[in-house]
């Protein structure tokens, strides 16, 4: 059989994914969520820390936590404690919360930012019209992970938004409830996003007793 002209494997080109490592990255742990941000306080990183802050609370995917516009996270003078968007994905509308820790970086950095509610919450450096792109939001969540000792490859955005999802089955065992904060519209997907197993049902059935 022969190859394409376009074909890498026809001009003895490596693969896309040669060396890398392929499959779900893992969620950050507790003490890994803490870490991040003392980290970019030290450093004075405000939009950064802003940014970590609402990617964990919200479990966005990349492509839409850096589209959401200063309207769509605050009302009036404050941050909103839950927000609404449309998932660029599914079309599908998902609601998260903003808890207390990040509503305070994001308003510190809001107030720096400026901008009208229909500007970027977090927009480009090159273009300021425009948001962040998805390949810098990658670029960062490694640096912040490499930042605390963690090795790059392990992780990547989606790491952030299946931390709080992953804490909250392990704390409840509620498929359901963190079916409906991702916005997937199926619960099988949701069972092969954080990887539930046999042993996860084992340790569940475990802690009850009756």
Known sequence: MGYSS????????????????????????QKEVWAIPFWLEQEGRVRDRALFDVAVDSKLRGCDLVRLKIG???????????????????????????????????????????????NFAFPSRVDH?????????SRLVDEWVTAIG????????????????????????????????????????????LGVDIKDALELAEAVEV
């Open 6 to 29: 376009f074909d890498p494997a026809g001009r003895n080109l490596p693969a896309w994914n040669a060396g890398r490592k392929i499959g779900p990255k893992r969620a950050l742990k």
């Open 150 to 193: 963690l090795k790059a490859g392990d992780f990547g955005t989606h790491s952030l938004r299946r931390t709080k999802a992953a804490i909250i089955y392990k704390q409840t065992g509620n498929l359901r409830a963190v079916q409906i904060l991702l916005g997937h519209a199926k619960i099988e997907s949701t069972v092969r996003y």
């Open 129 to 137: 019209s425009q948001h962040l792109s998805t390949r810098q939001y």
């Open 72 to 118: 769509d996270l605050v009302r009036g003078n404050d941050v909103r404690c839950r927000a609404l968007v449309i998932q660029r994905k599914t079309g599908r509308p998902v609601q998260f919360e903003i808890l207390e820790p990040a509503r305070t970086s994001l308003l510190k950095w809001l107030e720096r930012r400026g901008g009208t509610v229909e």
